[in-house]
C-alpha cells in the first residue's frame, strides 16, 4: 500500500515484513477523521498538567492524504490543540481500538514549522484506562530538536525514565519505525537507527497516539512557552500510521530487503492408483509445526514438518499414493507439539487448507490445529461406474464420486446430484467432453448425457439438469 503523493509515496515496512502482521493502517484518504480508527479524541479534560494548553478535538483535521493537528493560541494566552489515540475509551466495548504487544509502529509525518515551545509528540500509551507507565515517546520535540524517552514504573510505583536528544529538521517529511520486542525499543528515522532502549522494555498492550504539546515559561528543557514568539498557530501534519503485531523472528530493520519465505514442501508418499492430497501451512515459532498423519490407523509416511505459512497464502503439498479400497475411510492428523510466547502471536499452529481424494475435494477439510492435539475427517472411495453396455448406478443423499474410464459402452445414473456428486474422469480429455438434453433408461426419463472420450462413450444423468464442468474431474 501507499500514501499520497504529498507524503512521497512512501510503503509502509510494516506491510508483509517477516515476523509482523500488520493490524492497523491509516493513509487519511477522504474528508474525515477515520472514527473507527481512531476512537479517542482528546479533550474535555480542562488545561494540560503543565497549564500552558487544553486539548480540543476541533484541531484535527483530514484532506489531501494528510491529517492536520492544529495548535492555536487562545486570547486568554491558553493553547488548543489536537490530539487522538487509537486507545479505546474507558468502558469501550469490547473490539473498540487497536493495540499491540511488541511490533512495529510506522509515522510518516512533519511539523509546518519549528517553533520553539511548541511541537509533536507521538507516543505509545497502555491501551488498558487508567494505567501508567509504561509509555514510549517516540518523539517530542523540546528546543527544536527530537527526544525519544521511555517510561517505566520504579520501585514503588513512580515514574521513571530515560530520555535521548538527536538533530533533525523537523519540518521535512520523516518516517519514524518503532521497532519493539521484548529484547528492546528501537526509532529508527528513514531507516536510519537513532535510539535503542535495551533495559525497560514494556510488556503490556500498547496503542498510538498522536498529538499537539506546548511548553510552560518554567520548562526550560522544552524551551518555556511559545507565547512571546507572537506566533500564534502551528501545525503538524501526518501521512500514515501503520501498526502491526510481534509474531515472533527476528525483525528485519526497516529499509533491508527483505527475505523471501521458505518455498513450500511438495512431497509424494507411497505408491498405488489413488491419490489423497494434503494442503498444509504453519504459524512457525520456536520452530516448525510437526505432524504425522494415519489413513485408517495406519500411520503413513514419518513425521513431516509443514514449511508453508499461513500468513503468506501458502501451502505444503503431501500426497499420499495407495489402494484403499472400497467404502468409507478415516483420517487422521496429528499436531505433534505446541509452542506459546506468552500472547496470541507468538504462536506455533498447524493448518489443514484443503484436502482432495483423486481430484474431488473431501468435505469439511479445513482444520485449525491451535494445540497439541488431534483431528479426523473422511472420505469415500464409491465403486466405479463401468461403462459397459446398460450398466446403472444409484449414489446416495450425500455426496457420491462417480468414475468414468474411457473404454466403450455407456451408462446411467439414476440420481446424480447437481452441484454435490461428482464426475470423475480417468484418461479422458477434457476437451472431449459434450453435454446434451435427452432422455433414456428404461422409463425413457428425461435428463442429460455426457459424452466423453474416444470411443463413443457416454452417462445419462436421469432426472438431473444444469450438469457442468464444475461437476467433474479429470484425473
Known amino acids: 500500500m501507499t500514501t499520497s503523493a504529498t507524503t512521497g509515496n512512501i510503503v509502509p515496512s510494516t506491510d508483509n515484513a517477516p515476523g509482523l502482521r500488520q493490524v492497523f493502517f491509516d493513509g487519511f484518504d477522504g474528508t474525515s477523521l477515520d472514527r473507527a480508527n481512531w476512537p479517542t479524541l482528546y479533550g474535555g479534560d480542562g488545561l494540560s498538567s503543565n497549564g500552558a494548553f487544553r486539548f480540543d478535538p476541533g484541531k484535527l483535521s483530514v484532506g489531501n492524504g494528510v491529517l492536520t493537528i492544529s495548535g492555536d493560541k ?282 482432495s481424494y483423486d481430484g474431488v475435494r473431501i468435505p469439511d477439510s479445513t482444520l485449525a490445529f491451535r494445540r497439541t492435539g488431534t483431528q479426523s475427517l473422511g472420505f469415500t472411495d464409491w465403486s466405479p461406474l463401468t461403462m459397459g453396455a446398460g450398466e446403472i448406478a444409484q449414489g446416495t443423499d450425500g455426496l457420491d464420486i462417480f468414475r468414468c474410464s474411457d473404454v466403450a459402452g455407456s451408462g446411467l445414473i439414476k440420481d446424480f446430484q447437481i452441484g454435490i456428486d461428482k464426475l470423475v474422469f480417468s484418461g479422458v480429455d477434457a476437451a472431449s467432453v459434450r453435454i446434451s438434453d435427452g432422455h433414456g433408461g428404461a422409463d425413457n426419463a428425461w435428463g442429460q448425457r455426457v459424452t466423453f472420450g474416444t470411443h463413443g462413450e457416454s452417462v445419462f444423468l436421469r432426472w438431473s439438469w444444469g450438469v457442468t464442468t464444475a461437476d467433474m474431474r479429470f484425473t
Open 74 to 355: 487562545g486570547g486568554d494566552g491558553i493553547w488548543n490543540v489536537g490530539g487522538l489515540s487509537t486507545a479505546p475509551w474507558a468502558g469501550a466495548a469490547a473490539g473498540t481500538g487497536t493495540g499491540i504487544t511488541y511490533g512495529r509502529v510506522e509515522i510518516r509525518a512533519k511539523l509546518g514549522w519549528e517553533l520553539k515551545g511548541a511541537g509533536a509528540v507521538f507516543l505509545l500509551w497502555p491501551t488498558t484506562p487508567n494505567v501508567w507507565p509504561p509509555e514510549v515517546d517516540i518523539l517530542e520535540t523540546p528546543n527544536g530538536k527530537g527526544m525519544f524517552t521511555v517510561h517505566w514504573a520504579g520501585p514503588s510505583g513512580e515514574d521513571k525514565y530515560r530520555s535521548q536528544l538527536f538533530d533533525l529538521d523537523l519540518t521535512q517529511w520523516h518516517t519514524y519505525t518503532t521497532d519493539w520486542t521484548p529484547d528492546g525499543v528501537r526509532l529508527y528515522i528513514d531507516d536510519t537507527l537513532i535510539c535503542t532502549e535495551t533495559n525497560h522494555v514494556p510488556s503490556q498492550a500498547m496503542s498510538v497516539g498522536l498529538q499537539g504539546h506546548v511548553g510552560a515559561a518554567s520548562e526550560l528543557w522544552y524551551g518555556g512557552s511559545p507565547n512571546a514568539s507572537g506566533v500564534k498557530h502551528f501545525g503538524i501534519e501526518v501521512g500514515y500510521v501503520s501498526m502491526a503485531q510481534w509474531i515472533g523472528g527476528t525483525l528485519t530493520p526497516p529499509g533491508d530487503p527483505i527475505p523471501p519465505p521458505p518455498p513450500p514442501v511438495a512431497m509424494t508418499i507411497g505408491s498405488g492408483p489413488h491419490m489423497l492430497v494434503f494442503k498444509i501451512s504453519e504459524d512457525a515459532f520456536q520452530g516448525d509445526a510437526q505432524y504425522t498423519i494415519k489413513v485408517d490407523g495406519q500411520q503413513v509416511g514419518g513425521t513431516f514438518a509443514a514449511k508453508a505459512l499461513h500468513s503468506y497464502g501458502q501451502s505444503d503439498t503431501i500426497i499420499l499414493k495407495g489402494d484403499w479400497g472400497l467404502g468409507s475411510h478415516r483420517v487422521e492428523m496429528a499436531f505433534l507439539e505446541d509452542a506459546w510466547g506468552g500472547i496470541g502471536t507468538l504462536d506455533r499452529n498447524l493448518y489443514l487448507d484443503a484436502a
